[in-house]
């Protein structure tokens, strides 16, 4: 089944305890991107990356990393997480080829106390 | 700076009935508008997309109107069915990004019995 998965679903974790988040499509899709959902803002991105080794921020990169190392994973780093970043993400894939449909994860909902 | 507005915030619609959903866009940049919709504990997904070459894209109940001199795009959903109970947001990119999208802020449909 084409999927992208993400883990973990839920975390509760304290300020400054760094802290990934994995993303793993199973479309050989070239790009993926990280979105931060937000109540009465939508979604919107954090980080991107066009293939592997290549990565650019999106609307809201503060405090977040990424890495693409292989072409199925794109984690995302919290190294030291603040309350502000408290929310639900969101990681989607899409291939080069044809529409511009992305294909989203389930979501991980992050609590920072 | 919020590119795409997104209205109503919330809307309830009785079985049967109709729900519309409006857009507006500013960058006239953008030619792919895709409504994604989503269900409680689940990552968005594409429902229906327009260019802005159409007037309006129909897909069974979910018809796509596009006004591209007033920059505006709506999602119509006849029949409104109580599985359509979601989440929906439009959103709007450009060929040749790094499939970046740039969503509303979502709109809330309870269809009620």
């Not at chain 1, 979604?43 to 990169?61: A, F």
């Not at chain 1, 309350?83 to 529409?99: D, H, I, K, M, V």
């Not at chain 2, 009935?17 to 994604?36: H, K, L, M, Q, V």
């Not at chain 2, 919709?37 to 979910?62: M, N, T, Y």
């Amino acid at each position: 089944e084409a999927q992208v998965t993400q883990n973990p679903r839920y975390l509760i974790t304290v300020t400054g305890k760094k802290l990934t988040v994995t993303c793993s499509q199973n479309m050989n899709h070239e790009y993926m991107s990280w979105y931060r959902q937000d109540p009465g803002l939508g979604l919107r991105q954090i980080y991107y990356s066009m293939n592997v080794e290549v990565t650019d921020k999106g609307d809201v990169p503060e405090g977040y990393k990424v890495s693409r190392k292989e072409k199925r994973n794109f984690p995302l780093i919290l190294e030291s997480p603040s309350p502000n970043q408290t929310s639900l993400y969101f990681c989607a894939s899409r291939g080069l080829a044809g529409e511009n449909e992305q294909f989203f994860g389930p979501g991980t909902r992050l609590t920072v106390l | 700076q919020q590119q795409v507005k997104q209205s109503p915030q919330s809307l309830i619609v009785q079985k049967g009935g109709i729900s519309i959903i409006n857009c507006a866009y500013e960058n006239t940049a953008f030619d792919y508008f895709p409504w994604y919709q989503q269900f409680p504990g689940k990552g968005p997904a594409l429902l229906i997309a327009i260019r802005p070459d159409v007037s309006e894209k129909k897909e069974g109940r979910f018809t796509i109107s596009f006004n591209k001199s007033a920059k505006q795009f709506s999602l119509h959903i006849m029949d409104s069915q109580p599985g359509d109970s979601a989440t929906y947001f439009c959103a709007a990119t450009y060929t040749g990004t790094a499939s970046k999208l740039t969503f509303g802020t979502g709109t809330r449909l309870q269809v009620t019995l």
